[in-house]
């Protein structure tokens, strides 16, 4: 056998071994990519302590406005503060442990909830709320879901690179989403607005594009 | 079959095709992005509910009108007042920033004692207790030794509340020592004592005026209540009110105004009287004034027509006849003519010769108790405490000379002489202050000659000091008794110099005090109580606040909710401010000085053949000269043409720097007969040739590094010079010589 022949018959062999390393590699990669990544990205971090939505939606008359509200100049006062919710737990109600760490760590020392919260958005980004819920008359579960009727608080997934909750990118780590309340990210806004025709100019400065929302 | 080189490359183009197709890059772009717009080590303010405090801000001298923005419990910006009187929504630079002394680094945090040296102090917290058993054990011990006369107090002024409950312990512990810091105000209060006979305070109706000279007065400099100045200015400018300066340097008044009088230093009084002289002579004043409501006119118009002749006048002040022939017609000629006085800002009290030229200048054309002319009127009275009973030691006490010399047979003019103080107890081989209260005042840095001020108060056995943040003075103290910073605490605040309203602000406390501090007068009332006897009767209130609610009476709701409390006040009619004195032109106290004085310039510190040259300050609403410091966002706001580095930038005349081998922006040596200073020099016509001009503000020692060792204390390089009517201290400037470094 010539010495070309030779290489030839060594290069046809290698070639089985070159589809079975690209599998192998691209069976690594995609795992790495679909599973392991999103688990190292994102750590689990807990709530102070659990809070049943359900149950307090059920003893308020205003749903979610009674303790998620506007205040008197149309700001949005966001999670409620000790002082809200101290009117009705001076003392400890009930028997949940939950219950017992609100009142003995936080009201009793009067120290404010270091509450997660899964929809905060970057500070470079301007969002009214009275502009979608009062001017544009959009319900809460449009964006943050059905949460009012959960009864316990989901773990807080935190994004180790932004800081940000996972609940922004959404659950689907390929992004895709079924609900509107799945993902927070900007395309979702620009979706919406886009869809409903809302004014694409910013109404304080009348800018349009970025600076609708990025003043 | 083999594994070789093309496997792995295989097996790379496989991972790269499944990380391609995986979200891996795309969300890990999405994420730095993300991370690189906000990174995570950025302040990001906390949200909450905004709303608004009105108060008013006392860190510059005339207390701006402020509102204060907060979001939940933190003030987050300062904005003017709405309505406030003059400023009307408005705040002078220093007050916009006061955030930043509320949450400085450098607010004195608890009471504090000195346990190392005077001047290199070792301090060691303790508690409030223990602080005020200590002030208390040292005030027994000086009674029982029958030296009660030998505390003094120096507080910033003497309007309101807060110096009143000082003066009053002194009073009531038997100490004829209560100082204030000294300004053009004592001059103008001296001036109007000897030419109305009363005891007046000096109101501007500036906003009615038709034509305006002033004779250095910094209207756009910081001069008067700041913010009304720009106001009126403004005002005038619309109005097309003519406003001509007189000033040795082309300040921003000078340069912002109609008509700028580049003066020879020192001899603002000589043009005022040269300027009367003119009136006179052509017979363009006011003769119903002059005839009816005034005495010894035909005596002063000799005096003036004798002494400032046009010739006279403008040798003296470098300005031309016909300049001031055409200045003192115009001035005749218009119906509501204001003439100002108090060199910058008015931060030394100046000659009583002067405000009295000045001042006569506005009588001779009737702009006295007028509208657009100068008020005198009474003082502001709300604090009507009856006077405390005085047992024996305070009797004997407060019937000892004031260590200031006031009110002696030498100076029987003035009510106090705070620049003196630092000579009179480095003469003393023992110091007769033994124990001193500095409160809303930092003297160590602003008191002229402020070396020998720093040795005075070394000589001081015990000082306390009531700051809210660390100062020179404080450096200095024995005891520093941390006050509420000023958005922390209530305090009054009557009407600032020059108001012709009657104004009484209320500061509130916009948040609740960050640190271990206490109101002063809390301080003075747990001293009184802890002495016993007359003096505890005399502080009778539970606190400071219950103190004020009282004292302000009907008046407290008010304050409390709109803020502040203005009147409008109309000018004293001649015929009632005139009837049993007569507006005096000639002030027998100055008559045989003024007689027999030359008409020359008044004389400023230093041989003129040793010192060529004359320095002067420069006075700018950028550079707070008050008890506080600039703040870091107003010194960033400071000139290079000011402040270079860590240098202080002098002005010279490109004539006077070619002679001394100097050039735009060299180092230079500026010494005077009272120190020596580094300095860059700036090449500028704004001053003639022989004159130096030196921003005053700088040259803290603290109290945190933004300020710290910025520049040089003008106040080290200048000391008091008497005024032989009042005693006050009349320096405008020193003699001083400059040398390449």
């Known amino acids: 056998m010539s010495e070309s022949e030779e290489k030839a018959k060594k290069g046809s062999g290698s070639g089985g071994f070159a589809i079975l390393f690209f599998i192998v590699g691209l069976a690594a990669s995609l795992i790495v990519g679909w599973v392991i990544f999103p688990k190292l990205l994102y750590s689990q971090k807990k709530q102070p302590f659990d809070f049943n939505h359900a149950l307090h939606n059920e003893l308020v008359d205003n749903g979610c406005e009674s303790c998620h509200f506007f205040r008197e100049d149309g700001s949005y006062a966001g999670v409620p503060t000790l002082e809200q919710c101290a009117g009705c737990h001076e003392d400890v109600q009930g028997e949940t442990e939950d219950e017992a760490i609100f009142v003995n760590e936080y009201v009793k020392n009067g120290r404010e909830v270091p509450w997660l919260v899964y929809s905060r958005q970057p500070d470079c980004v301007f969002f009214s709320h009275a502009a979608h819920v009062k001017s544009g008359g959009m319900d809460c579960k449009t964006c943050h879901g059905p949460i009012g009727e959960s009864e316990s608080l989901?773990?807080?997934?935190?994004?180790?690179?932004?800081?940000?909750?996972?609940?922004?990118?959404?659950?689907?780590?390929?992004?895709?989403?079924?609900?509107?309340?799945?993902?927070?990210?900007?395309?979702?806004?620009?979706?919406?607005?886009?869809?409903?025709?809302v004014k694409q100019n910013s109404v304080q400065t009348e800018k349009g594009a970025c600076f609708v929302c990025h003043k | 079959m083999k594994i070789d080189r093309r496997s792995f490359l295989s097996l790379g183009v496989g991972a790269g095709a499944g990380i391609a197709l995986s979200p891996l890059p795309w969300k890990l772009t999405d994420d730095l992005s993300i991370w690189t717009q906000m990174w995570p080590w950025t302040p990001v303010p906390k949200d909450g509910e905004t709303n608004y405090v009105n108060s008013v801000s006392t860190l510059c001298r005339c207390g701006c009108g402020i509102k204060v923005r907060k979001v939940d419990d933190r003030a987050v910006k300062i904005e003017g007042q709405e309505g406030w009187p003059g400023s009307e929504g408005n705040a002078c630079a220093l007050c916009l920033s006061g955030i930043q002394l509320l949450y400085s680094p450098s607010a004195i945090q608890m009471p504090l004692k000195n346990v190392g040296k005077k001047g290199e102090p070792v301090w060691q917290q303790i508690?409030?207790?223990?602080?005020?058993?200590?002030?208390?054990?040292?005030?027994?011990?000086?009674?029982?030794?029958?030296?009660?006369?030998?505390?003094?107090?120096?507080?910033?002024?003497?309007?309101?509340?807060?110096?009143?409950?000082?003066r009053r312990f002194l009073n009531a512990y038997g100490s004829p020592n209560f100082m204030t810091m000294p300004s053009y105000e004592d001059a103008y209060e001296t001036a109007l004592k000897l030419m109305h006979g009363t005891e007046s305070a000096v109101g501007f109706d500036l906003e009615n005026s038709d034509y305006v000279i002033s004779f250095g007065a910094g209207i756009l400099d910081g001069w008067g209540a700041s913010v009304r100045m720009f106001k009126a200015r403004s005002a005038w400018k619309d109005k097309k009110v003519k406003v001509v300066q007189a000033d040795p340097r082309l300040s921003n008044t000078a340069a912002k105004a109609d008509q700028w009088l580049a003066i020879n230093p020192g001899t603002e009084s000589v043009l005022a009287l040269g300027i009367a002289a003119v009136i006179v002579s052509e017979n363009l004043h006011s003769k119903e004034f002059a005839e009816k409501y005034a005495q010894g006119f035909d005596i002063w118009k000799n005096f003036v027509t004798e002494k400032y002749a046009p010739g006279t006048v403008a040798q003296i002040t470098g300005i031309k006849e016909d300049v001031i022939a055409a200045v003192a017609k115009e001035f005749a000629a218009a119906s509501a003519p204001i003439a100002l006085c108090g060199r910058g800002q008015g931060?030394?009290?100046?000659?009583?010769?002067?405000?009295?030229a000045v001042h006569a200048l506005n009588a001779l054309v009737g702009s006295v108790n007028r509208k657009g002319g100068v008020w005198a009127m009474p003082k502001q009275e709300y604090v009507n405490w009856p006077e405390p009973a005085l047992d024996e030691t305070a009797q004997k006490g407060l019937a000892e000379a004031r260590i200031d010399g006031a009110g002696s047979e030498k100076y029987p003019l003035s009510r106090c002489l705070t620049a003196r103080l630092a000579a009179v107890i480095n003469e003393a081989a023992d110091s007769p202050v033994q124990m001193l209260f500095v409160s809303g005042a930092n003297p160590v840095y602003s008191l002229p000659d402020s070396k020998a001020v720093k040795t005075a108060f070394a000589k001081i056995p015990f000082v306390v000091s009531f700051a809210s943040h660390m100062d020179e003075t404080a450096e200095m103290a024995d005891i520093v008794l941390p006050s509420h910073g000023h958005l922390e605490r209530y305090e009054d605040v009557p009407a600032a110099l020059g108001m012709n309203k009657t104004v009484?602000?209320?500061?509130?406390p916009v948040i609740k005090a960050q640190h271990n501090t206490r109101y002063p007068g809390d301080c003075l009332i747990a001293l009184a109580q802890a002495l016993g006897g007359t003096l505890a009767e005399a502080f009778h209130w539970s606190g400071y606040e219950e103190c004020l609610e009282k004292t302000l009476g009907d008046k407290w709701e008010t304050l409390k909710e709109k803020g502040f409390i203005a009147e409008d006040c109309s000018p004293p009619d001649w015929n009632q401010s005139f009837a049993s004195q007569k507006f005096v032109f000639m002030p027998e106290a100055c008559a045989q000085a003024a007689k027999s004085g030359s008409a020359a310039a008044p004389q400023i510190e230093g041989d003129a053949n040793r010192y060529p040259l004359i320095l002067l300050p420069v006075d700018s609403m950028r550079l707070a000269c008050g008890p506080v410091a600039d703040t870091p966002f107003l010194i960033k706001t400071v000139s290079d043409k000011m402040l270079r580095g860590k240098e202080t930038v002098i002005e010279i005349n490109p004539e006077t720097a070619a002679g001394l081998g100097l050039c735009e922006g060299k180092t230079a040596i500026l010494t005077t007969p009272k120190g020596e200073a580094k300095v860059k020099v700036c090449l500028t016509q704004s001053v003639a040739p022989g004159i130096l001009a030196m921003p005053r503000g700088l040259g803290h020692s603290g109290p945190d590094e933004y300020i710290a060792g910025k520049g040089t204390n003008f106040n080290e390089l200048i000391g008091p010079v008497e005024d032989p009517v009042s005693g006050l201290d009349a320096a405008w400037g020193i003699r001083a010589k400059l040398a390449k470094a």
């Not at chain 1, 780590?173 to 620009?190: E, L, Q, V, Y």
């Open chain 2, 127 to 166: 508690s409030w207790d223990a602080a005020i058993g200590e002030i208390k054990e040292k005030l027994s011990k000086l009674r029982e030794e029958g030296k009660s006369h030998t505390l003094a107090c120096i507080t910033g002024s003497d309007k309101g509340t807060v110096p009143a409950l000082f």
């Open chain 2, 504 to 508: 009484i602000g209320l500061a509130k």
């Open chain 2, 347 to 356: 931060n030394t009290p100046g000659s009583v010769h002067e405000f009295m």
């Open chain 1, 154 to 197: 989901k773990p807080y997934e935190e994004n180790r690179i932004t800081g940000y909750s996972r609940d922004i990118w959404g659950k689907n780590i390929a992004g895709f989403k079924k609900n509107t309340w799945d993902r927070m990210k900007m395309d979702d806004c620009s979706e919406c607005h886009v869809k409903l025709g």
